[in-house]
């Protein structure tokens, strides 16, 4: 056996050295190796041979060509007579076989199309590309970088503009562009997309064979909007997070003390909580980590519409929808124990049997729709707040996937809210007076008041927001549509976030109100200082005062015992 390992490690060995020295030769042997041009465009420029990979790293003079022909509306476009010559010394460079790198063009150059292009690109809104980083190429040709100048600008292009290269900020003095006959650019939707407005930012995607527009453009909203919209969502994500922390611990720290209808309410702060969360994991990461995800056939940013290709864009999406569809099944739960408690007079222990089939029914329907949009990949990204949910870019998994299932969330909880009251008069006009006047009857009926009341004060936000998911219903295909000036209203989906998020701040001030804050966060307090004599184990809270008493009496003894039992041992 010995004998047999040390054979494979020697021979083992041997390959390594094999592969090593056949690296070796690999390596000595020249990079590349030159090959001529073949893109009509980048011939005759001074030069007629070229080496891949080029200096945006495509390995293939189609590949190269391909993405060359995005900028050909730009060269058309006639901002600068050395536009040709910079693109194809990039993506085309000069290859010799005495330099073993390819010789692209030099930063002034680069400076120099840019401050005459860049204004173009981003009248269209585009921003100057990564890959032609000015400062990537070298400043002057010399032994140690070599690169090409390339044409001077011509006499009219430099009596015009007052261009000159700063050395120390290595920018260039913006110049004025004349105006110019706009360029067609229906070259990147081949004509499908030009139903919408700004037809100019979107891409028709082949694969999906729909409309999709670039990440930085301002289709729907303004700059400014979205701006608003993240400080918006910080400062109202932040209260529900806090809001609905404080109320998950209080309800935590005394599990015992709360029952049905109000134990929903833990739950639906717990759900909010998680929603919160989704928001903060968006502003931590960003609009663009987000929402977009580079097409690979155009190979630009665009807004997600099938947010499977964006991991980010997945787990926003997943948090923000399951926990608000689990809220709305718990806002159900809320209710429809709140009628059997207030209207039928269930008792709690019958109630809390059929724990068990609230938490199916309140993890199972949110996780089932989760899992089919996800499985049906209609996760889209949404242009105003850069996060990721469904239906913000299509009507039909709008209305299926948002505004029906709360819609029956809300109608069923509200039907039993109705049924609830209904009961409740019914019962207390034939019950006799001497069942009314009982202690804990009467503060059943504080709690039920109570409960009901935080019930109602969700159908409001509820209702709102369904209100302004149907007002994008109707009105979306007018907002996009180049035939209509229609705007979408700005207040209406600011007032939609606010009241995605308040209910999480009402479970708070419902907390508070009840006094039970107070009392419990003091006898919290209470056992975390005395916490290092005497640990009490998990299931202490759920024992009886008296029970309590006789457990603090026997405690020393049985720690004792213990430790015999472990020294024994
Ligand atoms: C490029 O090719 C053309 C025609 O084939 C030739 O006239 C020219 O001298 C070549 N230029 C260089 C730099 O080799
Ligand atoms: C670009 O502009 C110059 C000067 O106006 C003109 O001579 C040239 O023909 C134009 N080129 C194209 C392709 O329009
Ligand atoms: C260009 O590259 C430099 C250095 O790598 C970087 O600081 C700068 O932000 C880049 N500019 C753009 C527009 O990407
Ligand atoms: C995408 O579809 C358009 C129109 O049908 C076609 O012209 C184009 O070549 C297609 N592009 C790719 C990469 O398949
Ligand atoms: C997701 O977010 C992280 C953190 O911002 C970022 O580093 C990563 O690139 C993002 N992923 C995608 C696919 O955008």
């Not at 650019?185 to 499908?192: D, L, R």
């Not at 997945?314 to 009628?339: E, K, N, R």
């Not at 049924?419 to 059943?444: C, D, W």
């Amino acid at each position: 056996m010995l004998l047999w390992s040390l054979h494979l490690s020697v021979w083992l060995f041997q390959l390594a050295v094999y592969l090593d020295s056949f690296h070796l030769v690999k390596s000595s042997e020249p990079l590349r190796s030159c090959e001529p041009i073949r893109i009509d465009r980048c011939r005759g420029l001074g030069y007629n041979v070229t080496g891949m990979p080029n200096l945006v790293g495509n390995e293939l003079q189609q590949e190269a060509e391909m993405q060359l022909q995005t900028f050909f509306p730009l060269i058309q476009y006639n901002c600068s007579s050395q536009l040709a010559f910079f693109l194809c010394s990039v993506y085309v460079p000069m290859c010799t076989d005495k330099v073993p790198q390819p010789i692209g063009p030099c930063r002034p150059l680069c400076e120099s199309v840019k401050s005459r292009c860049l204004k173009v690109l981003e009248n269209f809104g585009f921003h100057w590309p990564v890959a032609l980083n000015c400062s990537k190429f070298p400043r002057q040709n010399n032994q140690h970088h070599m690169c090409m100048d390339g044409p001077k600008p011509k006499e009219y292009e430099r009596s015009g503009y007052y261009h000159k290269y700063d050395r120390r900020s290595e920018v260039v003095t913006r110049v004025t562009l004349p105006p110019r006959p706009s360029i067609p650019t229906n070259s990147h939707h081949f004509g499908f997309c030009e139903k919408y407005k700004h037809s100019q930012f979107f891409y028709f995607i082949n694969r999906t064979r729909r409309c999709a527009h670039r990440c930085s453009a301002d289709v729907l909203f303004s700059a400014d909007n979205k701006k608003f919209a993240e400080n918006w969502v910080t400062v109202w994500a932040s209260g529900c997070f806090a809001s609905t922390l404080f109320s998950v611990l209080t309800f935590l720290a005394d599990t015992n003390k709360s029952r049905y209808p109000e134990r929903a309410i833990l739950f639906l702060s717990a759900s909010y909580n998680v929603y919160s969360i989704a928001y903060f994991i968006r502003l931590i990461a960003g609009r663009t980590e987000v929402s977009c995800h580079v097409d690979s056939q155009h190979e630009v940013s665009i807004l997600i519409q099938e947010g499977l290709d964006n991991i980010n864009c997945t787990i926003v999406f997943t948090l923000l929808y399951f926990s608000s569809m689990a809220s709305a099944v718990w806002w159900l739960v809320l209710t429809f124990t709140w009628f059997l408690a207030a209207g039928l007079q269930w008792s709690h222990e019958a109630i809390m049997r059929r724990g068990t089939y609230f938490h199916m029914a309140a993890w199972a329907l949110p996780s089932f729709q989760t899992i089919a949009i996800l499985i049906m990949r209609v996760v889209d990204a949404d242009e105003l707040t850069g996060t990721c949910y469904v239906g913000n870019q299509s009507e039909k998994t709008l209305m299926g996937f948002v505004i029906v299932p709360t819609l029956i969330y809300l109608l069923l909880g509200v039907f039993f809210l109705v049924l609830g009251l209904a009961a409740m008069f019914y019962f207390r006009s034939h019950q006799e007076p001497s069942v009314h006047i009982s202690n804990t009857n009467e503060k059943l009926e504080v709690l039920t008041v109570r409960v009901g009341i935080f019930a109602l004060l969700f159908t409001v936000p509820a209702t709102c927001v369904l209100a302004a998911n149907f007002y994008e219903y109707a009105y979306r295909n007018r907002w996009m549509s180049s035939e209509s000036t229609s705007r979408p209203n700005v207040e209406i989906f600011t007032l939609k976030i606010f009241m995605s998020l308040v209910v999480g701040i009402t479970t708070g001030l419902w907390i508070w109100s009840s006094k039970m804050p107070q009392h419990i966060w003091k006898k919290a307090w209470r056992r975390f200082r005395t916490g290092h004599k005497k640990q009490t184990s998990p299931c202490y809270h759920f024992i009886s005062a008296q029970e309590k008493q006789l457990i603090e009496f026997e405690r020393p003894k049985k720690t004792k015992s213990k430790k015999e039992h472990v020294t024994s041992v």
